[in-house]
């Protein structure tokens, strides 16, 4: 009997333990399903460069997906964009100039609208069609897609309705000849005249695309010291700078190599030169190339700049300082303690 | 002299002669060996692109059709090629210059230029080469008295083509420029080397032609010597082009190639040697299948959360903020989770902008407007706040609408709450919303990075109080949250 009373205790046990994890299993899907946001958009590409020849046409493919919960209410627009003439971030204009792009995606209607559902994936097509007498030149646009819940949003009293727009940018070079008419130029190298012995010199360039359309920086720098010497070298890491626009050119050490692998950590947006104490001049020379297609044409600036302890100097000042009050302090002291 | 004596000393004299004969040609055969422990490494494992413009390319367009079958070269695919490979196309000695911008499909990629005149014609060379250093670590078996070691690279059959600068099928090229061979920096009786010698298709083993790059060195040799890069140096080749695919090449499949590493002596007689098999494969095959997107997902925050150092009073959704009834002495906080996640090497921005002020029932505030029926935008603690300048927003005779940041993990933000410089003091640092009404105003980044993000996110917080002046009744505006990748 004690036997049988055991078997089923452990039964029991058993079946408990099945229950309470089932439990578990139930309980947590439900919130697994709550996780995923209500509006979660992704577009392939991001950004996307195409160079026509007037007379031509192109149709421009962008995947649109929805990953969040709720079925979507998706516009279509696009507009123009310039660069922030720093980073490449692209600074949206509410319209556009390009005559020459249109939507043509079936899904949509005449306003450019379409329904995306929660889990859907919908390629969608821009066609660019150039007559043979367009002028030339560069147009940088952002593709927009604005999207809200697909159900009248009720807000209960006062409140704010928000939209989520996601842009894929694409850059459109009207071109006869087909060469790359980039032309970079160095328009600045920013640092201070005269440096801290104590801190890192610091070298900032800017560069500026005179050309006809956007091309990759490509350069290389180095740092020296007055007895020429090469103490560091660079590499201009191969940033696009669009057509009639300026970037803050970034550097990469001239040991790495610059491929798919490069950590992103490696890529520094200035040119810093660190060791534990400098002084002296030291010369900063900076070249880059008019385009990725002629590397060999190319322009160079030199920079010097001197590095002087000025920082020891004005701790040793300000100890002095200390040293001398105190040893004013002290006689004026000694006296009063003399006469009296 | 005895004769029995004398035949005894020539047997014994013709005996020891023999030894010495036998002995000779043992040592000879004994001579010969394999280098041990030998190795060869690509610093580069990559197959170059050799393929061939299909029909249908234009001038100055910058999509490249190539064929994908019944041709010479054996690049049939794009998968070879990633973004920022510099690819030359022509014919003969003109080959024009261009940057992969994209590889998708696989008969198919785009450039960053358009094709140029001369560079379009059925049939010409698409070419991208890959190369690198080659380092060859070996052991000697025999100590060889100045002598040489010799790395022989397998090479087409034509001089001319073997030297071109264009990759080859199944073989090394040479480059078109002198390559650079490292030799080891020993500089003593053993081992002296000069510097290294290379030559184009140099040697033929076998039927098979070979580059050639030679170590000489004066000294006597040893046996067991390791040139490993730890005892001795290796011997480092530099800027070889690497093979195209081979003939039947099986993607994600690597080509092997026999190498040899010789060693010589001083009449350039192979004493010991050795075969090594080196592979070269697309490194490309796994990234070809990542697509550069960007991601950005907008998410409600429930009420009585904490963020911006308060706790909301309301609970969002996705697409609305509703305040719901307003207090006209106590600020309504409420909060959205904003995520970007992208693989574009640049990076990306959030920018927002609203449509107008809160206007009631949605109606037009001009400028910024301080009517009955406009919940304007806060002028601050301060008096200084603006869609770009920030300043405290935390005491309630301050009426209007603004918002802060609360930055979770993304790369850079402009501010965020407890931002304590300028205007403000770090409990509750605001802005207005960029207003397009007003001027036009442009879209204010928010949130961004100049690098990949995986999942950076922010909590965007609003504020809103109206004044005693405001008419009863439900205001609206609408606001824009727009994310892109930097370029």
Redo the contacts between chains.
Sequence with gaps: MLKKFATNSRSAVIISWLIIAAGFLLISNPALAQNK??????????????????G?S?THRV?LEQ??S?PLLISASFVD?K?DGI??????D?AASFPYLRFISPEANDQGQFTLNPGQKQQLAFKIEIPNDAHEGEF?L?L?F?A??NSE?????????????????L?V?L??????RGDLQIEDVKTTLIHDSLFPLSFTALARNEGQ????ATGSAQITDYQGNILAEYQVY???I?ADSQRQLRSVSGEIII??NLD??Q?S?HFLYDQPFLIGPYTFSLTLSKN??YPDSSTTITKTVWVLPYSVGAIFLILLGFYTTYQIWFRKFSKKQFWS | MHLTTRLKTLTIFFLVLAMFGLTGVVRHRTKSASLTTASVTLSNPRLSFRGALNTGNSVGSSVVAIKTSGIGHTSLSTAQLVQGDTVLIGNGASLGSYTVAATNPAAEFTLSAGLASGDVEEDDDVVATQSGTLIARFTTANAVANGRFRVLIPSVASDTDAADGIPDSDNFDFSNSAPTVTCPSNADTTYDFVTGTATASAITVSGQDYHSYECAYSGTGAVGSPFDGSTNDYILISNIINPAPASGHSTGTADSHALIIQHLDSSFAVQDDVGIAVGVIEAVKVTATVDPTISFSIAGVASSTSTCGVSTDVTTTAAAVPFGSLSLSAFINAAQTLTVSTNAVNGYAVTTVANDQLGLNGGTCTGDATTASCIRDSAGDNSLMSHTTSDEFNNTATKGFGYSIHNADANTVPFQYTTATGNCSGTFCARQFADTEDSAQAAQTIFSSSTVADSENINICYRIIPTVTNSAGDYENYVTYTATATF
């Design positions: 946001p209500p509006i979660d958009l992704k577009i392939t590409p991001p950004t996307y460069y195409v160079a026509i020849e007037p031509k192109y995947t990953e969040g709720l964009f660069s980073s490449g971030q692209p600074v949206l509410t940088p952002t927009l604005s809200r819940p949003v009720i807000v209960g009293g006062s409140g704010s309705q928000v939209s989520a727009t996601i842009g894929s940018n850059i070079n071109n006869r000849l087909g060469h790359d359309n956007a091309t990759t191969p940033d696009m669009l491929d798919k992103p950590t890529i947006k990725g297609q």
